[in-house]
C-alpha cells in the first residue's frame, strides 16, 4: 500500500491546516490509519488515529481539542484537521496505515508516507 500526504505549509500561530492522506494498491483493506509527528530531535510521535470500522479515535493529550481526525472509507482517505496551531505543533507528519491483503485478517501489515512539513510561525 502507497501513502500520499498533502497540505501541510507554513501557517501562524492560531492558524489552521488540513493534511490528506490517500492509501493505494490492489486488493487491500484498511484496518487503522493515522498521523505521526516528528520534530527535530525529537522521537516521532503518535497525533492521532481512526481505528476499524466503527472509527473510533485517539489523539494525543497535546492536540486534543484543535485536532480532528476524520476519514473517507470509500476513498481510503484519512484527514487531520489541525486548528488552533501553536509553534509546538511544528514537525514533520507522517501518514500510517495498518491493513491487510485480501481480507486475511491474521496479518495486519504497515506502511508509511513521505512526510509533509508543518511549520507554524509564532
Known amino acids: 500500500v502507497q501513502l500520499v500526504e498533502s497540505g501541510g505549509g507554513l501557517v501562524q500561530a492560531g492558524g489552521s491546516l488540513r493534511l490528506s492522506c490517500a492509501a493505494s494498491?490492489?486488493?487491500?483493506?484498511?484496518?487503522?490509519m493515522g498521523w505521526y509527528r516528528q520534530a527535530p530531535g525529537k522521537e516521532r510521535e503518535l497525533v492521532a488515529r481512526i481505528i476499524g470500522g466503527a472509527g473510533s479515535t485517539n489523539y494525543a493529550d497535546s492536540v486534543k481539542g484543535r485536532f480532528t481526525i476524520s476519514r473517507d472509507v470509500a476513498k481510503n482517505t484519512v484527514y487531520l484537521q489541525m486548528n488552533s496551531l501553536k509553534p509546538e505543533d511544528t514537525a514533520v507528519y507522517y501518514c500510517?496505515?495498518?491493513?491487510?491483503?485480501?481480507?486475511?485478517?491474521?496479518?495486519?501489515?504497515?506502511?508509511w508516507g513521505q512526510g509533509t512539513q508543518v511549520t507554524v510561525s509564532s
Open positions: 494498491g490492489r486488493s487491500f483493506s484498511i484496518n487503522a
Open positions: 500510517n496505515a495498518g491493513y491487510y491483503i485480501d481480507y486475511d485478517i491474521s496479518t495486519i501489515l504497515w506502511s
